[in-house]
């Protein structure tokens, strides 16, 4: 009779824990960053038991490849804003449309930034670019056609009653740009709804260091 094979080999599957670990040791991720790369499903859906969560080592393995043969990554055409977003904020997988809906409100932007979200888009140039990463993984990206002060339709608010940074952006499905950026992983961190402006000629987020911290540099020993 042929042999049956167990559909849960051990072999085949890490813990999540034991999965993390792979991606710090491997990528230089924070064990933290990686566990919640994992709980997203960024890695593909995990298998659950009542003692523990496992995710299959060649899904694992594939992504650690995928983020070490990734080439440089591309000099920005236009401004980017590069987006750090906790799990709650972005739900993986789900479509384009609805991607671009959950994201569109409650920014922290200076006065500045909107008038230039603006600006751009009224002067016939690119769109301001938006990159959402989660734990440092490129999963959306949108081009922002309008930047408001998310008060103006607010029955009487004013800058005084209603932050004036908090801004509502108009998102549209990114243009052929973000093909060079889908899934790559950007050190920008975990958590949090914090924006980082990537400006033309400027360093990139992720290089502004302050004081005496090292700069970034990815771990692939």
């Not at 993390?20 to 990686?34: C, S």
């Not at 006065?111 to 993984?137: F, H, Y």
């Not at 949090?192 to 692939?220: D, I, S, Y």
């Amino acid at each position: 009779m042929p042999e049956v094979c167990d559909p849960f080999d051990p072999h085949d599957w890490l813990t999540q824990r034991a999965a993390a670990q792979v991606l710090h040791e491997d990528l230089g991720i924070h064990p933290e960053t990686a566990r919640r790369l994992l709980v997203a499903g960024v890695l593909g859906r995990p298998r659950r038991t009542s003692l523990a969560a496992f995710h299959h080592r060649d899904a694992v393995d594939a992504f650690v490849a995928r983020c070490r043969e990734q080439a440089p990554l591309p000099v920005p055409d236009r401004n980017l804003v590069v987006v750090r977003v906790g799990n709650a904020r972005v739900a993986y997988g789900a479509t384009e449309q609805h991607q671009l809906d959950r994201l569109a409100d409650g920014w922290r932007m200076s006065p500045t930034w909107r008038a230039l979200c603006r600006g751009v888009v009224e002067a016939g140039l690119p769109p301001v670019g938006l990159l959402v990463t989660l734990s440092g993984v490129v999963v959306a990206g949108a081009d922002i056609a309008g930047a408001e002060w998310a008060g103006a339709e607010v029955e009487g608010a004013d800058h005084r009653t209603l932050s004036p940074l908090l801004t509502r952006f108009d998102l549209r499905a990114p243009g052929e740009w973000y093909d060079d950026w889908r899934g790559r992983l950007l050190p920008t961190g975990a958590g949090g709804a914090a924006l980082r402006f990537w400006a033309l000629g400027t360093r990139p987020p992720w290089e502004r260091t302050t004081r005496n911290r090292a700069p970034w540099r990815p771990v692939l020993g």
